[in-house]
């Protein structure tokens, strides 16, 4: 099957890190047909040049301080350039930043979706290092977020599904084309625009296939305090209690509430 890989990267002010994870991108096992997409929002640095050095497409003008804005253009971007790509079917990666795929990353997609139809859409493992100390976050974290994330949003409907689906997270996120137009893609969220993917996904009845071979890498500025020591306050804060994401609980609340799914159940 002809796949084109679109991977889609919102970046501020990120020349600390993007070239390794553009790097870590062009040098793939995997050698198919793939175009990088880097959504800037506004970065005052060396971002822009590094990422042209590495022949990305650049495109600017999404929403300022709103990550679901910038990842919505890539998106956009990416399906306007893929028509002329003569792909048969184009695949949408979204990471971050600060983000490496490990080297059978695209090898690993390229397997499971060519050979499984049906998988829409998927999500995996994430690991930091802090300390010279390697940190997995594999599918026991995916359902413990799940879990929690069910409660915090009161959506006791999406508790029957947490045997049979994963987390999308905006680090780690893969999904057909076909199934990101069917469900809206992302949201102009500021904050909690992958959730938002994930109920989006889930309530139309498909599934977040985990698959374990899907790891990526990513910097553990989120998780470290000033000492450089792994925080679960600083980890917990950032995925609960910033005010982005305390606008994506009300707007979430709302608009998943009277969700009820007979699919799979």
Not at 224 to 231: E, L
Not at 237 to 258: N, P
């Amino acid at each position: 099957m002809d796949i084109l890989f679109s991977i889609i990267i919102p970046t501020l002010n990120e020349e600390k890190y993007i070239g390794r994870t553009l790097q870590s991108i062009v040098s793939q096992k995997h050698q198919g047909q793939k175009q990088i997409i880097i959504s800037d929002n506004g970065s005052t640095d060396k971002t822009i040049d590094i990422a042209k050095e590495f022949g990305a497409y650049i495109v600017t003008g999404a929403k300022p301080n709103n990550i679901g804005s910038t990842r919505k253009l890539a998106c956009f971007t990416a399906k306007k350039l893929a028509k002329n790509s003569g792909h048969f079917e184009e695949i949408i990666i979204a990471t971050d930043a600060d983000t490496t795929l490990s080297a059978g990353y695209i090898e690993t997609i390229y397997g499971l979706y060519s050979q499984n139809p049906l998988i829409a859409t998927s999500s995996g493992p994430f690991k930091t290092i802090i300390n010279e100390k390697v940190l997995k976050f594999g599918n026991y974290f995916h359902k413990f977020n799940f879990f929690l994330g069910a409660l915090d949003l009161q959506l006791w409907w999406l508790l029957k599904k947490i045997n049979n689906n994963a987390l999308l997270y905006g680090l780690n996120t893969v999904i057909r084309r076909s199934a990101y137009e069917k469900i809206g893609g992302f949201d102009e969220l500021a904050g909690g625009s992958d959730m938002d993917l994930t109920l989006k996904v889930i309530s139309s009845g498909n599934q977040v296939y985990y698959e374990e071979n899907q790891l990526v890498t990513t910097s553990s500025r989120k998780f470290i305090d000033g000492n450089g020591h792994f925080s679960f306050r600083k980890a917990y804060k950032y995925a609960f209690q910033r005010e982005s994401i305390k606008h994506a609980r009300i707007v979430l609340k709302k608009r998943f509430r009277q969700v009820f799914i007979y699919q799979n159940t």
